[in-house]
């Protein structure tokens, strides 16, 4: 079974203050890796994903993550945070298992502070 | 524009009172899903659908129902609720079953069975 662990429950930081989330997750074959964000009183969004290639990848609004095969991680970066930022972040992975199901982890809770 | 939808957004209800909660999407999507979110526990997939009339459970699927018979709509039906349904729902959908198709989230049900 897939599972997904984010460390880092509640994050406080300054606007222009870098931010680091970190996503682990546990899967024995192939998977996808994703970020979504849900904004105070709002859907999920899609932020980034990772299929294969550059293990490197941008998303929208400057984030970025970026896949760690060896140490089972897909952390998000963004160099310079924002207040509008403040929002719910969440890491999930899809495995291979035909389902097409997403396993999310907890979330972490951002909050900017201007 | 384009969007999944869910009615209603918010549900308060008895235990063992049938209710269904509709979601519906305007894209043409072939894949369906429905996960609810649980403090602590992020998402987790109830049921999916590949297709018209081609539906499979998820990781939680007990005590929920679903059908697809139309392509646009996947209604969630709670038979029985009880307590322990109590949670954020959520619908989604993508274009098709290929892993590297997005999957875009309705806005939630919050439903309490008291």
């Known amino acids: 079974a897939q599972s997904v662990s984010q460390h880092n429950h509640h994050v406080i930081l300054s606007e222009a203050a870098s931010l680091e989330l970190g996503c682990n997750y546990s899967?024995?074959?192939?998977?996808?890796l994703f970020w979504y964000v849900q904004y105070p009183g709002q859907h999920l969004q899609l932020l980034l994903k990772?299929?294969?290639?550059?293990?490197l990848v941008k998303g929208i609004k400057g984030f970025e993550a970026e896949f760690i095969k060896s140490k089972f991680s897909f952390n998000l970066r963004k160099p310079s945070v924002q207040w509008s930022d403040t929002a719910e972040y969440f890491c999930?992975?899809?495995?291979?298992?035909?389902?097409?199901?997403?396993?999310f982890g907890s979330g972490t809770r951002l909050q900017v502070q201007p | 524009e384009a969007q999944v939808t869910q009615n209603p957004r918010y549900l308060i209800t008895v235990t063992g009172k049938k209710l269904t909660v509709t979601c519906s999407q305007n894209?043409?999507?072939?894949?369906m899903s429905w996960y609810r979110q649980d403090p602590g526990l992020g998402l987790r997939q109830i049921y999916y659908?590949?297709?018209?009339?081609?539906?499979d459970k998820g990781d939680v699927p007990e005590g929920y129902k679903v059908s697809r018979k139309e392509k646009r709509n996947f209604p969630l039906i709670l038979e029985s609720p009880s307590p322990n349904q109590t949670s954020l729902y959520f619908c989604?959908?993508?274009?098709?079953?290929?892993?590297?198709?997005?999957?875009?989230f309705g806005p939630g049900t919050r439903l309490t069975v008291l």
């Open positions: 894209m043409n999507h072939e894949y």
């Open positions: 989604a959908s993508s274009r098709g079953f290929v892993d590297t198709d997005t999957q875009y």
């Open positions: 659908s590949m297709n018209v009339e081609v539906t």
């Open positions: 899967y024995g074959g192939t998977v996808n």
């Open positions: 990772y299929f294969s290639g550059d293990p």
């Open positions: 999930a992975v899809m495995g291979d298992t035909g389902r097409r199901a997403l396993t």
